[in-house]
């Protein structure tokens, strides 16, 4: 007796409903400055001020020695320092802003005669609940292109309550200094959008942040 002949399911298909695309959420600027000369930490914040509102938090300066790169154009003995601005700005606003930075650092490079090499190095970027994400103008297989000349990169995720790096993260966004900052700086983060998100009088209680730590699982190399 022959076998009936088996008949082959349809492929199996889901549905999707076109959603109205959104704005992204508003994110947080911040920057890392890099110098010999700590001065012009404040140079850099009062001119950044006018388009992006005043500091609200400021890490601890603290020795850079991460890798012999600068030396040659901005000295020895360099000073890190980051800062972040009261402004929450659109992460569509990240192209712009590093051009923005770059024409600062060659405002305050020393004259040509001099041979007008920095003095500061200025890195612009943005953090949101999830990732802190920077700017640069160096391509590589981990960035993706923006516009002009302007790439972007995850260089932290927030998992677990905590930041993590990846292979290519610089290692002093793994360093406690940073991590302390960038901690303070998600809470602080996430006060503001529910403020934004909320009517006036309506903010709600903040996040419970007890629990959270960050640190970093390993660390990167300069890429």
Not at 213 to 222: E, K, M, N, P, W
Request: proline share 9%; aromatic share 12%.
């Amino acid at each position: 007796m022959n076998a009936e002949p088996r008949q082959r399911p349809d492929f199996p298909f889901v549905i999707h409903r076109f959603l109205p695309m959104s704005p992204p959420k508003p994110a947080k600027l911040l920057v890392g400055l890099l110098s010999a000369d700590p001065a012009l930490f404040d140079t850099a914040e009062q001119a950044l001020r006018p388009d992006y509102g005043p500091v609200d938090f400021r890490s601890e300066v603290f020795q850079w020695d991460m890798t012999h790169y600068y030396e040659e154009e901005m000295g020895k003995h360099l000073l890190r320092q980051f800062m972040s601005f009261g402004r929450l700005i659109s992460p569509a606003a990240l192209a712009d802003l590093k051009r923005h930075t770059n024409r600062l650092e060659q405002s305050f490079a020393r004259p040509p005669t001099a041979g007008g090499a920095r003095r500061l190095n200025i890195d612009p970027g943005y953090l949101d609940a999830t990732k802190l994400v920077l700017a640069s103008t160096k391509d590589q297989a981990h960035r993706i292109y923006l516009s002009q000349g302007i790439y972007a990169e995850v260089t932290l995720r927030y998992h677990h309550g905590a930041f993590h790096p990846f292979a290519y993260t610089y290692p002093d966004y793994c360093w406690p200094q940073t991590q302390a900052f960038l901690k303070r700086l998600r809470q602080r983060y996430l006060e503001q959008l529910r403020q934004h998100r909320a009517p006036p009088g309506q903010e709600g209680p903040g996040e419970e942040t007890s629990g959270d730590r960050i640190a970093c699982a390993g660390r990167g190399v300069r890429g």
